[in-house]
């Protein structure tokens, strides 16, 4: 029942999840598919996130996530849940992304292969 409100809603923090899950799902292929041995790993931030429309059971939704602005030691994403039963947006949520040192347990300065990558598929526009 943790996965739904009293009014039979998709809960609040599984948009959370979903959006976690995309912003994984991105640096797992910016790293070729390793993801887990990097010593630098993202972290997130901060978040928001905007409920447009309920989502309900049964659903299938599409996130779409996007790097809005790279700035010197982090991200701005914006992702979007869409419904395909009710074929719209029913969440956008913000999110800022930092690096970590894993092993430092510290914040690390945003690794250029990251930046590069951004900047490979994005272009110049994220760069604010």
Request: with cysteine.
């Amino acid at each position: 029942m943790g996965n739904m409100d009293a009014a039979l809603h998709v809960n609040n923090t599984v948009y959370l999840r979903w959006m976690e899950s995309a912003r994984v799902e991105m640096f797992r292929k910016m790293q070729g598919g390793d993801f887990k041995s990097s010593k630098i790993v993202p972290i997130l931030a901060w978040q928001d996130c905007k409920y447009i429309f309920p989502v309900t059971f049964p659903d299938t939704v599409i996130i779409n996530l996007d790097i809005i602005e790279l700035m010197e030691d982090s991200v701005l994403c914006e992702g979007k849940i869409y419904s395909t039963t009710h074929d719209r947006i029913v969440a956008i949520s913000k999110s800022s992304l930092k690096a970590y040192d894993s092993e430092a347990l510290k914040k690390h300065d945003f690794p250029n292969t990251w930046r590069k990558s951004f900047l490979d598929f994005y272009g110049d526009s994220i760069l604010k």
